[in-house]
């Protein structure tokens, strides 16, 4: 039962374990986004993409510290997509935020789209990190960031979660590497280890 439930983290589906998730991603991953967004100035971004963007609490966190931004969010769960259209239902209508079924590995946004990319909890699924982060990078305008932020990113955690869920666990170093093969620069790497918590920045120069 907890299993079926776990692994709706990966994809969330229409049935009442998927919207137990939702939920409780956009209740449990406050804290953790809050310090990921602490790492990374991005009051002046205007055009920033939130990828797998869940239960859509993320985007509504971005909203709050940023002045004029227009945040999209991408998910390619139809279910995650429908919860976060619901909680940003007004910022939508106020043209404030988009939100698109679509998976990282085909993003249909022209080059240089955004000035800030972000993945909460998401890279664990993703099909192939290197290519992936390329996309990424594409959709960047220079000068643009791509944030990561995860909490589980050791193998004893991984050992702990991999048991419920299909997902790949990448050390703060990994996703450093991930990103300079991907092209991106500058890259900060910050943990806390008393949780875990891992945020990486790299930068399109
Ligand atoms: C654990 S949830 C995290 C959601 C949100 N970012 C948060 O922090 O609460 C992972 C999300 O990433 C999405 N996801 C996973 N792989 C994806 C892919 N290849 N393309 C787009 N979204 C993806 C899932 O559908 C899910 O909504």
Redesign the pocket.
């Known amino acids: 039962m907890l299993k079926h439930i776990l692994s709706n983290?990966?994809?969330?589906d229409s049935s009442l374990s998927g919207s137990i998730i939702l939920w409780s991603?956009?209740k449990g991953?406050e804290k953790l986004?809050r310090w990921g967004l602490s790492k990374y100035d991005l009051s002046n971004k205007k055009f920033i993409l939130d990828?797998?963007?869940?239960?859509g609490?993320?985007i509504s966190n971005l909203l709050s510290i940023t002045q004029n931004a227009c945040v999209y969010g991408?998910?390619?769960?139809s279910a995650?997509v429908k919860k976060s259209t619901e909680f940003n239902k007004k910022e939508i209508k106020e043209g404030r935020v988009k939100i698109f079924q679509?998976?990282?590995?085909d993003l249909f946004f022209e080059n240089e789209s955004f000035d800030a990319v972000t993945a909460?909890?998401?890279i664990y699924?993703?099909?192939s990190l290197c290519e992936n982060f390329k996309e990424i990078y594409r959709i960047l305008q220079k000068g643009g960031v791509f944030l990561v932020c995860n909490e589980i990113s050791s193998e004893k955690d991984a050992e702990k979660w991999k048991k419920y869920i299909d997902m790949s666990v990448y050390t703060k170093s990994m996703i450093a590497d991930f990103m300079k093969t991907a092209g991106f620069s500058d890259i900060n790497i910050h943990s806390q280890p008393k949780n875990g918590w891992i945020c990486v920045t790299g930068i399109k120069n």
């Open positions: 983290t990966r994809k969330p991603m956009n991953h986004a990828a797998g963007c869940g239960g609490k993320n991408i998910d390619y769960s995650s679509a998976d990282v590995s909460f909890e998401t699924f993703w099909p």
